[in-house]
């Protein structure tokens, strides 16, 4: 299998050490640098590799490991020659940045790849969904991605209405997503203007009496602890359960064990109207 892995973040590197050593041809795109607050999510960085680029690390590591040549790209996907990206079977979409994933559907759709897979996480909440020709693309589904709205795996989960016996998972698990999505891209953090945007977005579909405030968000968001990293794990497993199995009857999974464990598998319904796959 020839694939290339976009993204060298927990869940991208949890990936990666399932596809090395088994024949694959790989190659991983990130133009991120190593920092600190990397190294509890990663098994492959070290504190020396401070300021050393990601995917030149990883793929450094999965050589030594594995004796393989894994070849790696420091510049931005959006960068990379689609020559290149021709060579490849698969795309993996392991990066939470909206733009960025819009711009990999796009490219996948140009390009001679056969499949093209994003997958995020939010708490302990996990989703992957798989772009085929004929399939719905991310572009299909692109409203699940805004950043004003509740992330992907969040949406799939919320209850329509808020009750006293719920509140606070649903509370909890908006101010997971929103905070993780802050520690993955600083550009978009202005701390009062997300403590109240998920005010708002609770508050609408809550009761008034079950209403928040800002006291209870802003002590909640900044005593919540990141994701732990068992949840990219998962994640990278429903990918790999992806790449090994195509030919499935869904192309969406989500996974939550946030209160009990759920799994769902379904077919997303492609938006016939799509301007980036309706003639793919």
Known sequence: MRVVVVGCGGTGIELLKLLAGKGNRLLVVDDDRITLSNLHRSCMFKRTDEGRYKSQRVAEVIN??????????????????????????????AVDNVATRMDLNLMFMRSECKMLIDC???????????????????????????????????????????????????????????RDMTLDDMRYFNKKSTVMKIIDAFNAISPNELNTNEFEVVGMYDNIMPNVCFINSICASLVYRMLCSPETAYDFIFYSSEDKLVINKMLLEKDKDCIVCKYA
Do not use: W
């Open 64 to 93: 030594e490991m594995h004796g393989e040549e894994v070849e790696f790209v420091t510049q931005r996907i959006q960068d990379v020659d689609i020559c290149i990206i021709n060579q490849y079977d698969v795309l993996v979409c």
């Open 120 to 178: 995020g996480i939010s708490g302990y909440k996990a989703h992957v969904k798989m772009v085929r020709r004929g399939l719905a693309c991310l572009y299909c589904i692109k409203d699940l991605y805004e950043i004003n709205n509740p992330g992907i795996c969040t949406m799939k989960s919320l209850p329509v209405h808020i009750t006293p016996e719920n509140r606070n998972a649903v509370l909890r698990s908006m101010v997971e997503m929103d």
